[in-house]
């Protein structure tokens, strides 16, 4: 693994179903991000977590949980699906609280 | 909360061309930083200004921060093909070293061969 990863790429899934989305940093960072972004709307933070062991609601946390139990994953969870959730999902990570946002490559999520 | 407007929101220009995207905060910026998007792919991180006045280059791309720190503009000189994508800015929320980034809606670019 180099830098930060995302899985799946694509997926499809129907409404009332639980889905988690993997994000793994191998960089030490201690600081992770989940954002959805949304044509019109840019980039929205969902939820963050400072290091490891604790996470934040950002702007838009609703119908979503993370957790961050080791420094290296960040997984985020759609307990259960709606379509209003269909989005393309991003994972960052930065070393500090000052250095920039490293982005993974994406999950497109379109919930049916 | 910070509030990013970025203009314009698309941009078509010939290749060779120069070109200036602009990201105006509600607030002071305390960190502004500036990604790029490809379709389909992640950000990448381009630059990040923090104090006032400052600019900085990376190849032919220079950004800087006005001296109130309220506006940022993005600078491509001789524009290339492979400076398409989507331009995002992202401020530095609430200012006491926060690292929760508020972004703006992005500034898709072309560049026509």
């Known amino acids: 693994i180099a830098g930060i990863t995302q899985a799946p790429t694509s997926q499809i899934l129907a409404a009332g179903r639980r889905m988690t989305l993997r994000c793994t940093q191998d960089?030490?960072?201690?600081?992770m991000y989940w954002y959805r972004q949304d044509l019109g709307l840019g980039l929205r933070l969902i939820h963050y977590?400072?290091?490891?062991?604790?996470?934040g609601k950002g702007e838009v946390p609703d119908g979503y949980s993370v957790s961050r139990a080791n420094t290296d994953d960040f997984p985020l969870t759609l307990a259960s699906a709606v379509p209003s959730q269909t989005s393309v999902y991003f994972c960052?990570?930065?070393?500090?609280?000052?250095?920039?946002?490293?982005f993974g490559p994406g999950t497109r999520l379109t919930v049916l | 909360s910070q509030e990013l407007e970025q203009s314009p929101q698309s941009l078509i220009v010939q290749e060779g061309k120069n070109l200036t995207i602009n990201c105006t905060s509600s607030?002071?910026?305390?960190?502004l930083y500036w990604y790029k998007q490809k379709y389909g792919e992640g950000l990448i991180f381009l630059m990040m200004?923090?104090?006032?006045?400052e600019e900085k280059s990376h190849e032919k791309i220079t950004a800087k921060l006005d001296e109130k720190k309220q506006q940022s503009s993005l600078h491509i000189t001789a524009s290339q093909p492979s400076h398409a994508g989507i331009y995002l800015c992202?401020?530095?929320?609430?200012?006491?070293?926060?690292?929760?980034?508020?972004f703006g809606k992005g500034t898709k670019l072309s560049v026509i061969p």
């Open positions: 960052a990570s930065s070393k500090g609280l000052e250095d920039e946002q490293f």
């Open positions: 960089m030490r960072h201690n600081a």
């Open positions: 977590s400072n290091t490891a062991g604790t996470t």
């Open positions: 607030k002071t910026l305390y960190g």
């Open positions: 200004l923090q104090k006032g006045g």
């Open positions: 992202g401020a530095d929320n609430a200012g006491a070293g926060s690292y929760q980034l508020t």
